[in-house]
């Protein structure tokens, strides 16, 4: 069973840094790409970035270019997401996505984790 | 940037068909993604390029890609097809993904 498990959201000041993770379970992980999305409180989904399996291939929406950066270790089946220069629109539900295809669709997403960006 | 525009709010009567239409520029030409949410859990793809069904999503949902239009169709809507519905392409003129605001699916 394909499961992605998220961690490391939480309470953090404007200007301030978080550090998601994604832990990947029940396929193998080095063979797909990965993708963050996120949703802010009462609205629709935003992609934030994309990796490829081999970490080749980067990309990441205008809205968080610059200020985070995706990443993966496939020998410990994670990826992460850097997020630096925090500012309250940053405030979302983060979640985990197994990309399927070149770059999409998404077949598998995480439960997702709580950022609130906050003083 | 690429944008994809979707009605906020469809209602249907239960048996009904409902039509959840996602509006981009030539989008026929683009494969589109539909994902429905339900209130409290994460997405779950249900039509991927334009018209596949992964597995255990029942027939009744299908879909369809022409011109400026995608089209979501669910047959024979259920109570607990209640959800909001999200369509996503990949524009690769700026290589970034994109979702369209969102349809909240309302069964009467």
């Known amino acids: 069973e394909v499961q992605l498990v998220e961690s490391g959201g939480g309470l953090v000041q404007p200007g301030g840094s978080l550090r998601l993770s994604c832990a990947a379970s029940?396929?193998?992980?080095?063979?797909?790409?990965m993708n963050w999305v996120r949703q802010a409180p009462g609205k629709g989904l935003e992609w934030v970035s994309y990796i490829s399996s081999s970490s080749s291939t980067i990309y990441y929406a205008d809205s968080v270019k610059g200020r985070f950066t995706i990443s993966r270790d496939n020998a410990k089946n994670s990826l992460y997401l850097q997020m630096n220069s925090l500012r309250a629109e940053d405030t979302a539900v983060y979640y985990c996505a197994r990309g399927a295809g070149e770059v999409l669709p998404i077949d598998y997403w995480g439960q997702g984790t709580l950022v609130t960006v906050s003083s | 940037s690429y944008v994809l525009t979707q009605p906020p709010s469809v209602s249907v009567a239960p048996g009904k068909t409902a039509r959840i239409t996602c509006g981009g520029n030539?989008?026929?030409?683009?494969?589109v993604h539909w994902y429905q949410q339900k209130p409290g859990q994460a997405p779950v793809l249900v039509i991927y390029y334009d018209s596949d069904r992964p597995s255990g999503i029942p027939e009744r949902f299908s879909g369809s890609n022409s011109g400026n239009t995608a089209t979501l169709t669910i047959s024979r809507v259920e109570a607990g097809d209640e959800a909001d519905y999200y369509c996503q392409v990949w524009d690769s003129s700026s290589d970034r993904g994109v979702f369209g605001g969102g349809t909240k699916l309302t069964v009467l």
């Open positions: 029940g396929f193998t992980f080095s063979s797909y790409s």
């Open positions: 030539n989008i026929g030409s683009k494969s």
